[in-house]
């Protein structure tokens, strides 16, 4: 008989278990999460998750109800209510099944951010007993972080508000149902760390339980999801509520929890050693080893960053960072081995930059002395792995570490922007802080890369925003990319850092055939550009001539556009003191006012630069265009209050009145 290979064998037992509809019922009792071993070490065992199908008549309703939560289109919120409660009634016995669906899930979601109180606590009472078991499923692991969201919100009302609620609600407190949730998952903790879903459900559950902020689960800055979770949330379209990027009050009985979790955790790694331990020692080294190999799995290293970034809140002996790291003075070749490996692994380097970015400054000094103050330039040049660590520490180090290591960067800058162009943005932000340490150095560095002065065809644009190989007026309508909009927060960083980075970005903008340049205000990206260098205190008055003869002639088209009328609403102040220049655009916004006022953005413009008194009170427009320049200028001269009598107009004779006019003699 053929010998049947080990992957396929495994993907067999996995189709036995995951498709069981010709081996099981759908009557078969459900398996509750504290009926599962995933206690044992290295286990990769996934609970049972199946709670049967749904029938098609079934599955079509709830797919005709996820669609119309989707389209949003009732008349009334009183009708959208009245729509979701008869959905949750028709769910009600079905809630897992749904809630392990790829269809259906996405149905769970758009009902748990839309319930209310009562509603809300009727789905947490389906899916008690079954917490672990749906934080393991692909599906439902979703569903189950969504609920956290909703309720650690309906947690700060009850807290804030302690009569809210109905009387005759079955519950107690949203407060007790997280306690039976987290009771549930404590003996699986352990399991739940680098599983693949659950280990997203428990870093939920530390940020509810430790009152952090919970993070957007599709915004791209987000540390809840990878790169490619966050795309498949953007393609089922579920848009996050005002309960994320949020942080709730939470009651004193959650710290409890938090720190009972996180004991539980410490202990299933240290087989029985206490969390409060100060000695590195009382553990074993294949312990030590083991949890150090959680820190750089792509996995359990998210929740590991977590994890030390809260412990501080109860835990002045900073247990986990101990567990990771030593307390002595001295090297250790293991920790020097591990650290060496940190620094030069993708996830070791994100995990590095993290945790020194959440813990005490004596433990980062450590480090920085011991492994990486000697070898700065080197860690330096590895751009994807050590170089972000660097800028981490840049962040966090005192005074004299961060001189230190700027001193040692800085001559080598305009190298290192080469593969790595946040190094320019710590090394600014890090001069700053120091008073302005290496200023001039530094501008010279970024000069010489940027814009060196011995080029004759030197152009910041092209240099910084690689402006000729980018979206800017292609015809295919690419939205802005990532790098661009990298590149011109950058750039803008540096006009905002000196004067020579402002005038050199003018200055190439006025090189640019004004047709390119007039792309610029309609980019999604280079926008922002544009509108930073419109600082009218900082540009001398010709500059300002010279880039408002080129937007001046596309005003209404840059008035009517999402990204171009931004730019019109600075040019208000742009044109102070250049009365002719603001005249020119009120009267062309004016000459075309049926397309300025039929569009979004153009009415936002029209009501900013106020020509509605343009039109019709033009000399009080004129009256406030002077008191905006005396505001900007106080050394401005003021404008003649209308009707006013001249000086010595009261029949006085005035020797000065004969100089010019009808008086003075030819």
């Given at each position: 008989?053929a010998?049947?290979?080990?992957?396929?064998?495994i993907?067999?037992?996995k189709?036995d278990?995951?498709?069981?509809?010709?081996?099981k019922?759908?009557d078969?009792?459900?398996?509750?999460?504290?009926d599962?071993?995933?206690?044992?070490?290295?286990s990769?065992?996934?609970?049972n998750?199946?709670?049967?199908v749904?029938d098609?008549?079934?599955?079509?309703?709830f797919?005709q109800?996820?669609?119309?939560?989707?389209i949003?289109t009732f008349?009334s919120?009183?009708e959208?209510?009245?729509?979701i409660?008869?959905?949750i009634?028709?769910?009600k016995?079905?809630?897992?099944?749904?809630?392990?669906s790829?269809?259906s899930?996405?149905?769970?979601?758009?009902?748990?951010?839309e319930?209310?109180?009562?509603?809300?606590k009727?789905?947490f009472?389906?899916?008690n007993?079954f917490?672990?078991n749906?934080?393991?499923h692909?599906?439902?692991?979703?569903?189950?972080?969504?609920?956290?969201?909703r309720?650690?919100a309906?947690?700060?009302t009850?807290l804030?508000t302690?009569?809210?609620?109905?009387?005759e609600?079955?519950?107690?407190t949203?407060?007790?149902?997280?306690?039976?949730?987290?009771n549930?998952l404590?003996?699986?903790?352990r399991?739940?760390?680098?599983?693949?879903y659950?280990?997203?459900?428990?870093?939920?559950l530390?940020l509810?339980?430790s009152?952090?902020?919970?993070p957007?689960?599709?915004?791209?800055?987000s540390?809840?999801?990878?790169?490619?979770s966050?795309?498949?949330?953007?393609?089922?379209?579920i848009?996050?509520?005002?309960?994320?990027?949020?942080?709730?009050?939470t009651?004193d009985?959650?710290?409890?929890?938090l720190?009972?979790?996180?004991?539980?955790?410490?202990?299933?790694?240290?087989?029985g050693?206490s969390?409060?331990?100060?000695?590195?020692?009382?553990?074993a080294?294949?312990?030590?080893?083991?949890?150090?190999?959680?820190c750089?799995d792509?996995?359990?290293s998210?929740?590991?960053?977590?994890?030390v970034?809260v412990e501080?809140?109860?835990?002045?002996?900073r247990?986990?960072?101990?567990?990771?790291f030593?307390?002595t003075?001295e090297?250790?070749?293991?920790?020097?081995?591990?650290?060496?490996?940190?620094?030069?692994?993708?996830?070791?380097?994100?995990?590095l930059?993290?945790?020194?970015a959440?813990t005490?400054?004596?433990?980062?000094e450590?480090?920085?002395?011991?492994?990486?103050?000697?070898?700065?330039?080197?860690?330096a040049?590895?751009?994807?792995?050590?170089?972000?660590v660097?800028q981490?520490?840049?962040?966090?180090?005192?005074?004299k570490?961060v001189?230190?290591?700027?001193?040692?960067?800085?001559p080598?800058?305009?190298?290192?922007?080469?593969?790595?162009?946040?190094f320019g943005?710590?090394i600014?932000d890090?001069?700053?802080?120091?008073?302005?340490?290496?200023?001039?150095?530094?501008?010279?560095?970024l000069?010489?890369?940027?814009y060196?002065?011995?080029?004759?065809d030197?152009?910041?644009?092209?240099s910084?925003?690689?402006?000729?190989?980018?979206?800017?007026?292609?015809?295919?309508d690419?939205?802005p990319?990532?790098?661009?909009?990298?590149?011109?927060?950058f750039?803008?960083?540096?006009?905002?850092?000196?004067?020579?980075?402002?005038?050199s970005t003018?200055?190439?903008m006025?090189?640019l055939?004004?047709?390119?340049?007039?792309?610029?205000p309609y980019?999604g990206?280079?926008?922002?550009?544009?509108?930073h260098?419109l600082?009218?205190?900082?540009?001398?008055?010709?500059k300002?001539?010279?880039l408002l003869?080129?937007l001046?002639?596309?005003?209404v088209n840059?008035?009517?556009?999402?990204?171009?009328?931004?730019?019109?609403d600075?040019?208000w102040?742009?044109?102070?003191?250049?009365?002719?220049?603001?005249?020119?655009?009120?009267?062309?916004?004016c000459g075309?006012?049926?397309?300025?006022?039929n569009?979004v953005?153009?009415?936002?413009?029209?009501?900013?630069?106020s020509?509605?008194?343009?039109?019709?009170?033009?000399y009080?427009?004129?009256?406030?265009v002077k008191?905006q320049?005396l505001a900007?200028?106080?050394?401005?001269?003021?404008?003649?209050p209308?009707?006013?009598?001249?000086?010595?107009?009261n029949?006085?004779f005035d020797?000065n009145?004969?100089?010019?006019?009808?008086?003075?003699?030819?």
């Amino acid at each position: 008989m053929a010998r049947e290979r080990g992957r396929k064998l495994i993907k067999k037992i996995k189709q036995d278990q995951f498709n069981p509809e010709e081996e099981k019922s759908k009557d078969e009792p459900f398996v509750r999460g504290d009926d599962i071993d995933a206690s044992a070490e290295g286990s990769d065992v996934t609970p049972n998750t199946f709670y049967g199908v749904l029938d098609s008549s079934e599955l079509d309703y709830f797919k005709q109800a996820e669609s119309t939560l989707a389209i949003d289109t009732f008349e009334s919120p009183d009708e959208k209510y009245q729509f979701i409660n008869s959905v949750i009634e028709e769910s009600k016995g079905k809630e897992l099944k749904l809630a392990t669906s790829q269809i259906s899930s996405k149905l769970m979601e758009r009902i748990i951010m839309e319930s209310d109180e009562t509603q809300l606590k009727g789905i947490f009472k389906a899916f008690n007993g079954f917490y672990f078991n749906l934080a393991c499923h692909k599906y439902s692991s979703h569903v189950l972080e969504t609920l956290l969201v909703r309720g650690a919100a309906q947690v700060e009302t009850e807290l804030l508000t302690p009569d809210f609620g109905s009387a005759e609600d079955e519950f107690v407190t949203m407060e007790s149902l997280f306690m039976f949730l987290t009771n549930e998952l404590q003996p699986n903790l352990r399991f739940m760390v680098n599983h693949q879903y659950a280990s997203h459900v428990l870093r939920i559950l530390i940020l509810v339980l430790s009152s952090k902020t919970l993070p957007s689960s599709i915004q791209n800055n987000s540390t809840l999801r990878s790169k490619r979770s966050k795309i498949a949330r953007k393609m089922i379209d579920i848009k996050d509520n005002d309960n994320y990027n949020k942080v709730f009050k939470t009651p004193d009985s959650f710290k409890v929890v938090l720190r009972s979790i996180l004991a539980a955790i410490y202990s299933s790694f240290t087989h029985g050693v206490s969390q409060g331990s100060q000695h590195f020692s009382d553990i074993a080294i294949a312990d030590i080893m083991k949890f150090r190999e959680i820190c750089v799995d792509k996995i359990g290293s998210p929740v590991v960053q977590l994890i030390v970034q809260v412990e501080g809140i109860f835990d002045r002996d900073r247990s986990f960072w101990h567990l990771i790291f030593k307390d002595t003075d001295e090297k250790d070749s293991k920790e020097e081995s591990f650290v060496e490996y940190l620094l030069s692994d993708a996830v070791g380097s994100h995990f590095l930059q993290s945790v020194i970015a959440s813990t005490r400054v004596k433990y980062v000094e450590r480090l920085y002395n011991l492994y990486m103050k000697d070898r700065i330039p080197k860690l330096a040049k590895r751009d994807t792995t050590a170089a972000f660590v660097l800028q981490s520490l840049l962040k966090v180090l005192n005074s004299k570490e961060v001189k230190e290591i700027m001193e040692e960067l800085v001559p080598d800058l305009s190298v290192l922007l080469n593969s790595n162009m946040d190094f320019g943005t710590e090394i600014i932000d890090a001069s700053i802080r120091q008073d302005n340490f290496l200023r001039e150095e530094i501008i010279e560095q970024l000069m010489k890369k940027y814009y060196p002065r011995e080029s004759a065809d030197k152009n910041i644009l092209e240099s910084c925003l690689l402006l000729s190989s980018s979206t800017l007026g292609n015809t295919r309508d690419d939205w802005p990319t990532a790098e661009e909009r990298r590149r011109s927060l950058f750039l803008e960083k540096l006009i905002d850092y000196d004067d020579c980075f402002l005038k050199s970005t003018i200055d190439s903008m006025l090189k640019l055939p004004a047709e390119r340049f007039l792309q610029m205000p309609y980019h999604g990206v280079f926008s922002h550009v544009v509108e930073h260098v419109l600082q009218v205190k900082r540009v001398e008055i010709i500059k300002r001539k010279l880039l408002l003869n080129v937007l001046c002639t596309d005003i209404v088209n840059l008035s009517c556009n999402a990204y171009g009328s931004h730019i019109v609403d600075k040019l208000w102040d742009f044109t102070a003191k250049l009365a002719m220049y603001k005249e020119r655009i009120a009267t062309s916004l004016c000459g075309e006012s049926v397309k300025v006022k039929n569009s979004v953005y153009g009415r936002q413009v029209w009501k900013n630069w106020s020509l509605e008194q343009f039109v019709r009170k033009r000399y009080d427009w004129k009256r406030m265009v002077k008191e905006q320049e005396l505001a900007m200028f106080p050394d401005a001269k003021p404008l003649q209050p209308k009707n006013s009598k001249r000086p010595h107009s009261n029949g006085a004779f005035d020797s000065n009145s004969m100089k010019r006019g009808k008086f003075q003699k030819k």
